[in-house]
């Protein structure tokens, strides 16, 4: 069962630069989203989606951008990196509402911005 | 604003009992959530209130009170392998699980 895979799982950027962080599911959920964390600081939302073609911010959605073209898949692109994205950058998903209240997580992105 | 707040380290012996507490002041509420997280590993998940009360998985409990805004997770007969981060998160929307963290918690077993 592959649940929620992320690639890649390290990344070096130069400030500036772009990238997009890839996440896909095969539980066929219609919630998935992106979180980022710092030491200390637990984790963060950045965007969110409740289903193909919705997306919205969370708490810390600056300088990154979503789509959510099939249920499927929740890329998640950064526009210019800068040193503050360096993080370990976590994707969930789960079901909506209130069927099941368990989000599943990749294993993670590690980025690091120089 | 929102905030959690959890003990930063607890640590314990193998086969003991330890409770991790967790307050929150959050703008909306729907669940309080526990995760477990090992070094280098991503968030799994151990337990949800909706409700207040005790729910009970196995060696781990979770309790939540709303009216003081406020959970713990216990955990019994301690372990190695439960050496980890625990986080508490409120769930803030009533639809998918959007949650707000706390800073999560070290716990390390000792033998």
């Known amino acids: 069962n592959a649940g929620v895979t992320q690639t890649p799982k390290f990344q070096v950027l130069k400030t500036g630069q772009s990238m997009t962080l890839q996440c896909a599911q095969d539980?066929?959920?219609?919630?998935m989203s992106w979180y980022r964390q710092d030491p200390g600081m637990g984790l963060r939302l950045i965007h969110y989606?409740?289903?193909?073609?919705?997306?919205d911010q969370g708490e810390v959605p600056n300088g990154y951008n979503v789509s959510r073209s099939t249920t499927e898949d929740f890329p998640l692109r950064l526009l210019s990196a800068a040193p503050s994205q360096t993080s370990v950058y976590f994707c969930?998903?789960?079901?909506?509402?209130?069927?099941?209240?368990?989000?599943?997580f990749g294993q993670g992105t590690r980025l690091t911005v120089v | 604003g929102q905030s959690l707040e959890q003990p930063s380290e607890v640590t314990a012996v193998e086969g003991a009992i330890v409770q991790i507490n967790c307050t929150y002041q959050?703008?909306?509420?729907?669940?309080l959530s526990w995760y477990q997280q090992h070094d280098g590993g991503a968030p799994t998940f151990l337990s949800y209130?909706?409700?207040?009360g005790l729910e009970e998985t196995g060696r781990f409990s979770s309790f939540l009170s709303r009216s003081d805004s406020y959970g713990y997770l216990l955990l019994q007969e301690l372990q190695m392998k439960d050496s980890a981060s625990y986080f508490c998160?409120?769930?803030?929307?009533?639809?998918?699980?959007?949650?707000?963290f706390g800073p999560g918690t070290r716990l390390s077993v000792l033998p």
């Open positions: 969930a998903s789960s079901y909506a509402g209130n069927r099941n209240t368990e989000a599943f």
């Open positions: 959050t703008s909306g509420f729907y669940g």
């Open positions: 989606s409740v289903g193909a073609g919705i997306t």
């Open positions: 539980m066929n959920h219609e919630y």
């Open positions: 209130n909706g409700l207040d």
């Open positions: 998160a409120v769930r803030v929307s009533n639809y998918g699980q959007n949650f707000v």
